[in-house]
């Protein structure tokens, strides 16, 4: 029985958050706006040797010339719309963006999904992000696919934790990701373990370093919070 494509209903959930943003809409990607996640979506999946200095590198000023190229085609009449049509096409399916499916696409189209919605909202009157109301009522199942995604990488995206690391849903499943360290921190304090509490896709969402606009509660004690935040952002609050 073949998986459930959730990478595909998160990939018309993305077309349709940035039809209703529009061009310029900010989004929670620093320094993007909307046009340039759109062109970031194309360039990954149809150009994928220009995503080379995409995370910095001696390549970097190359990867972002050919985003910023794409990017402002958007500004031109019909632009952004031919955008966002090359997005809703799914790759060929001899493409491994086509077969790998839900294991690279379903939380690359969830996050920047967010990255649209909750970015407007921030951007709005008042608005301050980490408010657990803006989060969408996400259907069991792509709760399910989401939360496998997250136990796969855990360990990666927590790599850098100084202090232990538990994932919690609540009323579901609790993942242990990392335990504390055994060794005391340069003051001579021993560093506890951080409970992260939220729906599956504020998990993602902080696991992904978008904590400060997601719907989580943090608890542990204040100095192992602070020096988790300070590699993993979370709510402003700190729970």
């Given at each position: 029985?073949?998986?459930?494509?959730?990478?595909?209903?998160?990939?018309?959930?993305?077309?349709h958050?940035?039809?209703?943003?529009?061009?310029?809409?900010?989004?929670?990607?620093?320094?993007?706006?909307?046009?340039?996640?759109?062109?970031?979506?194309?360039?990954?999946?149809?150009?994928?040797?220009?995503?080379?200095?995409?995370?910095?590198?001696?390549?970097?000023?190359?990867?972002?010339?050919?985003?910023?190229?794409?990017?402002a085609t958007?500004?031109?009449?019909?632009?952004?719309?031919?955008?966002?049509?090359?997005?809703?096409?799914?790759?060929?399916?001899?493409?491994?963006?086509?077969?790998?499916?839900?294991?690279?696409?379903?939380?690359?189209?969830?996050?920047?999904?967010?990255?649209?919605?909750?970015?407007?909202?921030?951007?709005?009157?008042?608005?301050?992000?980490?408010?657990?109301?803006?989060?969408r009522?996400?259907?069991?199942?792509?709760?399910?696919?989401?939360?496998?995604?997250?136990?796969?990488?855990?360990?990666?995206?927590?790599?850098r934790?100084?202090?232990?690391?538990?994932?919690?849903?609540?009323?579901?499943?609790?993942?242990?990701?990392?335990?504390?360290?055994?060794?005391?921190?340069?003051?001579?304090?021993?560093?506890?373990?951080?409970?992260?509490?939220?729906?599956?896709?504020?998990?993602?969402?902080?696991?992904?370093?978008?904590?400060?606009?997601?719907?989580?509660?943090?608890?542990?004690?204040?100095?192992?919070?602070?020096?988790?935040?300070?590699?993993?952002?979370?709510?402003?609050?700190?729970?």
């Amino acid at each position: 029985m073949q998986p459930t494509a959730w990478h595909a209903h998160e990939r018309a959930s993305l077309v349709h958050a940035l039809t209703q943003a529009g061009p310029d809409a900010p989004t929670l990607c620093d320094g993007w706006q909307t046009r340039h996640l759109a062109a970031h979506m194309i360039l990954r999946e149809h150009q994928p040797w220009t995503q080379a200095g995409a995370n910095g590198g001696p390549l970097h000023d190359w990867s972002d010339a050919r985003l910023q190229d794409l990017a402002a085609t958007a500004l031109a009449p019909g632009g952004y719309a031919a955008l966002l049509a090359r997005i809703e096409q799914a790759p060929a399916s001899w493409s491994p963006w086509s077969w790998a499916g839900n294991l690279v696409n379903l939380v690359e189209y969830f996050v920047h999904t967010e990255d649209v919605r909750r970015g407007t909202c921030v951007a709005g009157p008042g608005g301050s992000g980490g408010a657990g109301e803006r989060a969408r009522d996400l259907s069991p199942g792509l709760q399910d696919a989401l939360w496998s995604q997250l136990r796969r990488g855990a360990r990666l995206f927590y790599r850098r934790s100084p202090v232990g690391v538990v994932l919690v849903v609540p009323g579901g499943p609790r993942l242990a990701v990392k335990a504390p360290p055994t060794r005391p921190t340069d003051d001579g304090r021993l560093p506890g373990t951080v409970v992260v509490t939220g729906e599956v896709g504020e998990l993602v969402l902080h696991a992904f370093g978008r904590g400060r606009h997601a719907g989580l509660t943090l608890q542990g004690d204040a100095a192992d919070r602070a020096a988790l935040d300070a590699v993993v952002p979370g709510p402003r609050s700190g729970g």
